[in-house]
C-alpha cells in the first residue's frame, strides 16, 4: 500500500513538474509573439529572434516569428512607398486637396492646398473659412469613410487663370466683330464716295443747267454717306460703353425708303419692289442696316 502511495506521488510530482515547465514554455512563447506585434505597431523591425543553439522547438518558433516580421516589414515598406507615391501626385496637381474630419480637424492636405489658401500651416478649416469663400477658388465636396470614421475630401481649383483666358477671348471677339462691322461699313462708302466725287468733278454738274434728277441723287448719295456713318459711329460707341451688344432700340420706319439706302452702298443698279408702298417695319433700323451690310 505504501508503495502505490509513493508512485502515486512520484507520477503527480512529474505531472506538477512538467505542467510548470510546459506553463512556462508557453508563457516565454506567448510573450515572444506579444513583443513582436507591440513593436511592429510602434514600426520597429530593428529586432531580431536568435535560431542559434536553440532547441528544435524554439527553433521552428523563431523562425517563424522571423518570417511574419520580415513579411509585415516587407508589406509596411510597400505601403510607405505607395504613400509617398500617392502624396508625390498630389503635390504634383494645381488642384488643392484637403481631408476634414467630423470635427473639421484637417488631417490630411497637399502643397496646392497651402498655395491656394495662401498659409504655411493647415490644421482645422476655421484657419481658411474666410478664404474658402473666395470667388476666385471653386470647391468641390466629396464625402468618403476613411478607418471607420466619416470624412470629407475638398477640392480647390483656382479658376481666375480660366477667368483671364475668357476675357482675353472676349477681348478678341470684340476686336474682330468691331473691324469686321468697321470694314463692311466703310468699304460701300468709301466707294459710293468716289463714285459722288467722279460724277461731282465731271462737266454735267458743273454745268449750269445740271438736270435735277442729277442733283437729286447727288444729294441722296451724300444723306446716305451721312446716314451710314452715324449709325457706324453709334455702333462702336455702343462697344465702347463696355463689351456688351447694344440694346435694340425698336421704332417704325418705311421699309423701301430703307431698302433704297442699303441699295445705294451696293453701288450697282439694284432693283427694289415693296408692296404695299408704304409697309412699315417695327424694329432698330441702325442693327438692321449691319445685317443688310
Known sequence: MDYKLIVIIVVLLVAVVGYVRLYRHYRRNIKKVRFLFDAIDNGDFSFNFPTEKRNKEDKILHQSLNRIKLFLQHTREEQMEREKYYEQILNAVDTGIMVVDSHDNIMQHNQAALRLLDTDVLTHINQVKGKLKDEHLAKHETQAMLKDKHVRIIALSDVSHE?????????????????????????????????????????????????????????????????????LLAFVNNYRRFTHVPQPQPALFYVEPFLERMAMLCNHEVEIAVTPKDLLAYADESLISHVVT
Do not use: C, F
Request: glycine share 4%; no cysteine; hydrophobic share 35%.
Open 163 to 231: 477667368l483671364s483666358n475668357q476675357e482675353v477671348d472676349s477681348w478678341i471677339k470684340l476686336i474682330r466683330v468691331l473691324t469686321h462691322e468697321i470694314m463692311n461699313t466703310i468699304t460701300p462708302v468709301t466707294s459710293l464716295s468716289e463714285t459722288l466725287l467722279k460724277e461731282l468733278g465731271s462737266q454735267e454738274l458743273y454745268a449750269a443747267k445740271s438736270s435735277s434728277a442729277e442733283q437729286a441723287k447727288l444729294k441722296q448719295g451724300l444723306e446716305t454717306i451721312h446716314k451710314t456713318g452715324t449709325e
